[in-house]
């Protein structure tokens, strides 16, 4: 249920919750799906070989296709495009469905309540800039980065701005992952600051882009901040947020 601080349903924010009312957040969610597939991180395609064939076909795809920070500030046309390209690779089935299950959860309603063409350029650019931010702070770096999780954390940071008071439903690992509904103003913040302590100790732990997400949720919040004049005074029921992940 959908409803306002005085319990009366919302018409513009219902609509927001009928499947059709958000074709690009679920043509975002099918071409990824649909790129994952056909590519070596799948394993679905005989065309990229088996055994040490495969991972050989998966590094030169994600080289091919992620950014690469080393190469991309060279100044050539094909290493610019990489961020932009990057944003519809994924690393693995655990990368993919991840990204794509909060998309899901957080796209319609800020599709619906920015509109489609916005919220396609605003998702396209904040990852774009995620990526691009990410690389300038690690420029020697010849690791591969991919993923949707920059424009994905950026479509958090508007949510938040835009319904702050939406209930999200989160499962936590230290209560035995009970599912626990908070106000979105209270998990989203929470769920950048992790990511922030986690981004200064990224040299330490798996290749994680914690600083991409970072920057598309700061990104994202600030763009909704600076393009709407006040949030939509809702409760919902979305879920906690993703990662992306850097590619040997």
């Given amino acids: ?28 969610i099918a071409l990824c799906c649909l790129i994952f597939a056909i590519g070596p991180a799948s394993g679905l395609s005989p065309a990229y070989g088996t055994g040490e064939e495969l ?30 390209t990057a944003l519809f690779i994924h690393g693995s089935w655990v990368h993919l469905l991840g990204n794509m299950l909060f998309l899901y959860v957080f796209g319609a309603m800020t599709e619906h309540r ?8 605003f998702y396209l650019g904040c990852g774009y800039l995620a990526l691009l931010g990410y690389a300038a ?15 994905i954390s950026a479509v958090l ?20 992952f009970l599912p626990l509904r908070f106000p979105a103003w209270v998990v989203l913040p929470f769920w950048a600051a992790l990511q922030w302590l986690a981004a200064g100790q ?6 994680v882009a914690y600083l991409a997400h ?32 850097n590619q040997p």
């Fill in 1 to 28: 249920m959908i409803s306002d601080g005085s319990g009366t349903v919302s018409r513009t924010v219902s609509r927001a919750l009928r499947r059709p009312s958000a074709p690009v957040t679920y043509g975002l």
């Fill in 55 to 84: 991972p050989a076909a998966q590094r030169a795809y994600f080289r091919r296709w992620g950014v690469i920070p080393a190469d991309l500030f060279e100044g050539s046309a094909p290493a610019a495009l990489t961020p932009a």
């Fill in 114 to 121: 920015m509109g489609r063409v916005q919220f396609a350029l």
């Fill in 137 to 151: 702070a690690d420029a020697d770096s010849e690791r591969s980065l991919v993923g949707a999780s920059g424009a």
């Fill in 157 to 176: 940071g508007a949510f938040l701005y835009l319904f702050p008071r939406a209930r999200v439903t989160s499962l936590l690992p230290f209560l035995f």
């Fill in 202 to 207: 990224a040299g330490q732990g798996p290749g």
């Fill in 214 to 245: 970072v920057l598309g949720f700061g990104l994202g919040f600030c763009y909704a901040w600076a393009r709407f004049d006040h949030p939509t005074r809702v409760k919902a029921a979305p879920a906690p947020a993703p990662e992306g992940e």
